[in-house]
């Protein structure tokens, strides 16, 4: 570790204003601060510097995402030996997952990396770590048998029409991981929905559905509960596994990083929708058939409501406006689900459209709060 | 030169630094529903630039008789007169086209290029100078219509006025076609990257 050090103490002037490789200088501070905690302070004005840096938020939630991960890569090789009927041990199913998801992973980072690098250079911004995550879950949030080039593409659109546009991370009004699998979703439909889609390798002729796309066509689900929570059934990368997603929940609510009120308020909504579409819809609405706990731990549900609708960029920032942003994602995800006949699936759509609202709900607590002191304040001077 | 200076500067003008798109943000909504193919965004050029040359002269020819409180009702009159002639003429002569651009003939009407031609430039000036600025805002419309039109084409349907241009074998190794270029949002964006381009290659157009 020391010779790493001294390596970059010695390389560091060439890097500086004046120096050789000076156009080059935010990719060295990006390396630089990746490796090492910078020793900079706050110089001007009052300011607080956290422990918990964007770097340290960034790595948490990393770490949060492995055990859904490593579990999807598993699936993938589970599912691949489920259909073809092959009988393999764990590993080599482990490791065939391994060989289609790693190509998505690198692809998902080598793409975003180098526009966020590019984009730094001309601004003369620093890099910083806000893709490290948003890489991790755009291959996570995308059928297994996505092409790459695909996942190379909505990644390129996410990160410069989503993010570069608007001043880069932190100043983004969408998810970029959504933005990404919304792009997918519209460019390719035939890619991303239908019977053919969630399994790699699928020999011709076989269909497998997931069980929103079960309920979708008005059968019955077929997995059971059990095997639904622990997440062997088909479906996108990361999203299939409950256990696994409520693992990482519970990482991001100790640490902190991760807004209990947004993921209680969104499973709420979400719940209490189910149960009302379960009992208000006819008896020949396929959905009326789908419990709430089907719901929860079908689809993106779980995936979303906690890593997707927590992130503090997008989401609403304020305490009621929490409660309020959370409740609507999980009430619109099932609306869309069971009610609107185009989609599957509704989490994605649900949480892009409250990330467009989050600041208007912000908005109006602040203001409400504003009226509300402004009328203390005058009862108080009247008496 | 057939123009002297300042006349071609009314002429050109519209198709870089005074671009009713780009510049002036109007005519957005056609350039959104007529661009998905490139046949029925150069018919939509062509016929805006028509109406805004034709009615550009005959107001500015009228422009002394108007009485300045009636000024819209007569600008309509003559406007949609001459809509009704050009949507009646694509019937006639290119109807698949008229079809495809349905509703959004008749809101040529509408749109904001011709009125906002009409009242800032016709009723101020004579017919020579009006019919210059308003067949250089039309094309200038046109040309933006056809920019976008272009890579919604070619990216969303593979091909360019309705010929394939894509080469099957590119099909074949998995290339598709982008399904949301066909879709309005797509429009919007692209409209939005041409802004873009426009504005950092002319940055004192830049906003504060």
New interface residues.
Partial sequence: MKSLRAFLDKHKPAFEKGGKYHLFRSVFTGLDSFLYVPARTTRSGCAIRDAIDLKRTMSVVVLALLPALLFGIYNVGYQHARVTGEDVAFVQQFLYGLWRVLPMIIVSYVVGLSIEFAAAQLRGHEINEGFLVSGLLIPMVMPVTAPLWMIALSTAFAVIIGKEIFGGTGMNIWNPALLARAFFFFSYPSRVSGDTVWVAGLPDGLSCATPLAEAYQGTPITPGLETMFWGLIPGSIGETSTFCILLGATLLLITGIGSWKIMLSTVIGGAGMALLLQHALPADNPYSHVTVLQHLLAGGFAFGAVFMATDPVTAAQTGPGKWIYGLLIGIIAIVIRALNPGYPEGMMLAILLMNTFAPLIDWCVVQRNVTRRIKRGRVATRA | MILSSHDRRLLLGPLNKNNAILVQILGICSALAVTAKMEPALVMGISVTAVTALSSVILSLLRDAIPTRVRIIVQLVVVSALVIIIDQLLKAFAYDVSKQLSVFVGLIITNCIIMGRIEAFALANKPWPSLLDGIGNGLGYAFILLIVAFFRELLGSGTLFGLPVIPGACYRW?Y?N????I?PPMAL?LVGIVI?IHRARNKDLIEP
């Fill in positions: 998995g598709a982008n399904g949301l270029m879709l964006i873009w």
